[in-house]
């Protein structure tokens, strides 16, 4: 066989046995971040707290989360994977149904410490070079790409205004949840209740959406009613 040929015969390579494991880790070490976080806060979250808890080498930890900013990301980005597994919202308005968006709701906001490190993230998401910023950019424009998808479905239901830009709206409503959880973590008098947010910020999107308009033209397009 010439030379020529040897060089250019497909090489076999060794499987790729460490990808899994490695894979398997991260997830065990965000998970761990997650749940201090869900106890005492993001402020005990530490290296060595996390290779203790984990039984992970300190410097594998650093190894894949190089900084405590990067292990919070880490942490939030578990917790939205298993938020869409347990809440599939693009497939819970087949009309204005907010049974979906309720349990959801109600989940954020009974976890505090979660709220309260998200809020940490976007103040740290204001350095651009901060792995907060790409992750909350990311994280912000898939929650506008969602609300845009379902204002557009709810507008050929006729379950929305038609004359709305539905991305605007989907803006405004991302407004009003970020707007509502800074008045519900800062106010510690017990007139702000999870109730009472998820109550306004349902009625909120009632209103962008102009929906108990649509809901007044329907009945009295109902000839049912006599009108």
Known sequence: MHETEELTRPQHR????KYAPSRVRRELICSTVLDLVDQSGYDDVTVVRISEATGIPQSSVLYHFPTKDHLLVGAMELADAREREQYDLETAWPEF??????DLIDARLRRCNRLRLLTYLRGLAMQPQNPANAYLMRKDRETVEHWTRLCSRLQRQGEMHPALDSRQTALQILALWHGLVQWYLL???????PDAIRDVFLNGVRHLMCKNWQDFIKQFADTKLGI
């Not at 060794?14 to 046995?17: D, I, K, L, N």
């Not at 106010?187 to 209740?193: A, G, I, K, R, T």
Request: glycine residues 6%; aromatic residues 0%.
């Open 14 to 17: 060794a499987p790729r046995g």
């Open 97 to 102: 149904n907010a049974s979906a968006l309720t």
């Open 187 to 193: 106010d510690d008098s017990s007139q702000v209740e």
